[in-house]
């Protein structure tokens, strides 16, 4: 099981940025798939962003394609989430997962991170 702890939200207004940092305690970070997911007080857990072990894939949900940016380190076995021009609606609380496979689907990553609370007034 891997460890995995976020850090980085806060309050932003609309517009703003925040970086999102995913440290991770396993020696085997660089074989996993990392993901970020979402969650807003009454709403399902939606999918954000995906990549890969050597971070040449990525992939985003349309709602945020083209404002976050996914990445990672290895070396610091450390994921990111690059968050610009925050809108209220990505408001929820953010966490980072991971997975021995490539997948997009929630269900298949086996370790999560506690979440980040992201706050985005208008």
């Known amino acids: 099981q891997v460890q995995l702890v976020e850090s980085g939200g806060g309050l932003v207004q609309a517009g703003g940025s925040l970086r999102l940092s995913c440290a991770a305690s396993?020696?085997?970070?660089?074989?996993?798939?990392m993901g970020w997911f979402r969650q807003a007080p009454g709403k399902e857990r939606e999918f954000v962003a995906a990549i890969r072990w050597s971070g040449g894939n990525t992939y985003y949900a349309d709602s945020v394609k083209g404002r976050f940016t996914i990445s990672r380190d290895n070396a610091k076995n450390t994921a990111y989430l690059q968050m610009n021009s925050l809108k209220p609606e990505d408001t929820a609380v953010y966490h980072c997962?991971?997975?021995?496979?490539?997948?997009?689907?929630?269900?298949?990553?086996?370790?999560w991170g506690q979440g980040t609370q992201v706050t985005v007034s208008s």
């Open positions: 997962a991971a997975a021995k496979i490539w997948t997009l689907n929630a269900t298949e990553f086996r370790s």
């Open positions: 396993a020696r085997t970070f660089s074989s996993l798939a």
